[in-house]
């Protein structure tokens, strides 16, 4: 069984910083990509940031320049570094694995995080 814990989100003012971790655990070989969505109130689930196990990335147009997204494969681990925040980045943000693999043949294609809530005030 694999799961992914989220840590790091919280309240911050309008132009602050967060760090958000997601940590993956259980019998794992290893992941191809890693990375995190957010859902707004009443709005679609939407990918912020993607990083595969080489290190390649994607951003969403919305936070390019403010946002990085890194992770250490060793641990199993992807961080969201956030800077500038805005109010429209107020969402819970999700964790997500996709294919994790946990032998060398078997793998689970979608893994996703309990969420953690950003609130960012104005």
């Known amino acids: 069984q694999v799961q992914l814990v989220e840590s790091g989100g919280g309240l911050v003012q309008s132009g602050g910083s967060l760090r958000l971790s997601c940590a993956a655990s259980?019998?794992?070989?290893?992941?191809?990509?890693m990375g995190w969505y957010r859902q707004a109130p009443g709005k679609r689930r939407e990918l912020v940031a993607v990083?595969?196990?080489?290190?390649?990335?994607n951003y969403a147009d919305s936070v390019k320049g403010r946002f990085t997204i890194s992770r250490d494969n060793a641990k199993n681990t992807v961080y969201l570094q956030m800077e500038g925040l805005k109010p429209e980045d107020t969402a819970v943000y999700y964790c997500?694995?996709?294919?994790?693999?946990?032998?060398?043949?078997?793998?689970?294609?979608?893994?996703w995080g309990q969420g953690t809530q950003v609130t960012v005030s104005s």
């Open positions: 997500n694995a996709f294919k994790v693999y946990y032998s060398a043949t078997d793998f689970k294609y979608d893994v």
């Open positions: 259980g019998s794992i070989v290893s992941i191809n990509n």
């Open positions: 990083i595969s196990s080489t290190g390649t990335t």
